[in-house]
């Protein structure tokens, strides 16, 4: 099975039927995954509005409404 996440990209082979991952055990990793991209996007996303240059604070809710 291959992963890819961003750059990375990750190969699991199981050796033995045994060693497989369970639905229950992949939904973690999926979930765990996912959770840490959405928190790396809203990172970007407030570093992305802290660069953004404005007039105020008016304007930016002005662009809300």
Not at 26 to 53: F, M, S
Request: charged content about 30%; overall charge negative.
């Amino acid at each position: 099975m291959e992963v890819h996440i961003q750059d990375v990209i990750a190969t699991v082979r199981a050796v033995s039927s045994e060693s497989l991952l369970t639905q229950k055990t992949l939904e973690k990793i999926v979930n765990t995954v996912l959770g840490a991209v959405r928190q790396e996007q809203a990172h970007h996303e407030r570093v992305k509005a802290e660069r953004r240059v404005t007039s105020g604070v008016r304007d930016e809710q002005e662009g809300e409404a």
